[in-house]
């Protein structure tokens, strides 16, 4: 897999404490990578390493295949942030706010136009800026991250403190962004639920430390449910199963299946109810994603 950004043994100390502790993060190209982890993780400090506005007390980040000490400027002139809140001139519009970066970052006039109508701002560019609802301030801030026509767009809590209307508008702007523009973005939040409909690559930071790293997918199998049974004599069916090949649990009186498979379950109570034991409930108890996360970021096994 070929990865546009990846870190060798990343950390950073504040004082005798570790922010960040020894990350491998690996960034696929042309993926959305969701950077998870609880307030206080270390997420925002990671960012502004990767981004070199912080210097890292040991190990090295790559991007694009160039170690960022070494080529900073030439890297950076192909990635885009958006770090915490965007700064404006509330006074200017969109428009003007957005000449200002471009004229420092030396781009062709029209890719503003090319900008604003990717995250949907054309008929508001000659607003000023002061009037805009927080959903709008957050398109503008992409559009300004978007400027430079980066291969690697970094967003740290694009959608914090949004109305549930602008979490959706930027939702689906970010999840255009790999399929239309061939980019690559790295989203940090502490929401799985955010996360979970935008990214297809996962990392989970907790206490500096990365203790998952994946596809969505590997982080959903994680999550499936299981199809508990109450019966009438839950030590005997259990017995019985064993003898059978069936693979259970004896749970609370009642049986647990993890294989969830239809032929599976159907297999489970036909077995049963032939051999005399009586079956009064079937159903599915699945973790939720946030369930998992939880375990994770609490140091369970």
């Given at each position: 897999?070929?990865?546009?950004?990846?870190?060798?043994?990343?950390s950073?100390?504040?004082?005798?404490?570790?922010?960040?502790?020894?990350?491998?993060?690996?960034?696929?190209?042309?993926?959305?990578?969701?950077?998870?982890?609880?307030?206080?993780?270390?997420?925002?400090?990671?960012?502004?390493?990767l981004?070199?506005l912080?210097?890292?007390?040991?190990?090295?980040?790559?991007?694009?295949?160039?170690?960022?000490?070494?080529?900073?400027?030439e890297?950076?002139h192909?990635?885009?942030s958006?770090?915490?809140?965007?700064?404006?001139?509330?006074?200017?519009?969109?428009?003007?706010?957005?000449?200002?970066?471009?004229?420092?970052?030396?781009?062709?006039?029209?890719?503003?136009?090319?900008?604003?109508?990717?995250?949907?701002?054309?008929?508001?560019?000659n607003?000023?800026?002061k009037?805009?609802?927080?959903?709008?301030?957050?398109?503008?801030?992409?559009?300004?991250?978007l400027?430079n026509?980066?291969?690697?767009?970094?967003?740290?809590?694009?959608?914090?403190?949004?109305?549930?209307?602008?979490?959706?508008?930027?939702?689906?702007?970010?999840?255009?962004l790999?399929?239309?523009?061939?980019?690559?973005?790295?989203?940090?939040?502490?929401?799985?639920?955010?996360?979970?409909?935008?990214?297809?690559?996962?990392?989970?930071?907790?206490?500096?430390?990365?203790?998952?790293?994946?596809?969505?997918?590997?982080?959903?199998?994680?999550?499936?449910?299981?199809?508990?049974?109450t019966?009438?004599?839950?030590?005997?069916?259990?017995?019985?199963?064993?003898?059978?090949?069936?693979?259970?649990?004896?749970?609370?009186?009642g049986?647990?299946?993890?294989?969830?498979?239809?032929?599976?379950?159907?297999q489970?109570?036909?077995?049963?109810?032939?051999?005399?034991?009586?079956?009064?409930?079937?159903?599915?108890?699945?973790?939720?994603?946030?369930?998992?996360?939880l375990?994770?970021?609490r140091?369970e096994?």
């Open positions: 897999m070929e990865y546009v950004a990846y870190t060798k043994n990343l950073k100390k504040f004082g005798k404490e570790f922010a960040v502790d020894g990350i491998e993060m690996k960034i696929p190209k042309g993926e959305i990578y969701g950077f998870l982890g609880p307030n206080g993780a270390g997420k925002t400090t990671t960012i502004r390493m981004l070199g912080m210097k890292p007390t040991t190990g090295d980040i790559y991007i694009f295949n160039k170690n960022l000490k070494k080529e900073k400027i890297i950076l192909k990635v885009g958006l770090v915490e809140n965007p700064s404006y001139y509330p006074h200017l519009t969109a428009y003007e706010n957005l000449e200002a970066i471009r004229k420092i970052l030396d781009v062709s006039p029209s890719r503003i136009h090319e900008v604003l109508e990717i995250v949907r701002l054309t008929e508001v560019s607003k000023k800026v009037g805009f609802s927080l959903g709008m301030k957050q398109r503008l801030g992409i559009a300004a991250a400027l026509h980066p291969e690697l767009l970094i967003l740290d809590e694009p959608t914090n403190g949004l109305d549930p209307s602008g979490i959706i508008e930027i939702r689906e702007l970010i999840k255009s790999p399929t239309k523009y061939g980019m690559t973005v790295l989203i940090s939040s502490h929401l799985l639920s955010e996360i979970d409909q935008m990214a297809t690559t996962v990392g989970i930071l907790n206490k500096g430390k990365l203790i998952f790293q994946d596809s969505i997918n590997a982080m959903r199998y994680h999550a499936q449910q299981n199809v508990l049974l019966v009438s004599d839950g030590e005997k069916a259990w017995t019985l199963l064993r003898a059978k090949g069936i693979k259970a649990t004896y749970k609370n009186g049986i647990e299946l993890s294989d969830c498979s239809n032929e599976k379950v159907a489970t109570v036909e077995t049963l109810v032939h051999s005399g034991i009586s079956i009064y409930r079937v159903e599915e108890q699945k973790r939720s994603l946030e369930e998992i996360f375990q994770m970021t140091g096994k």
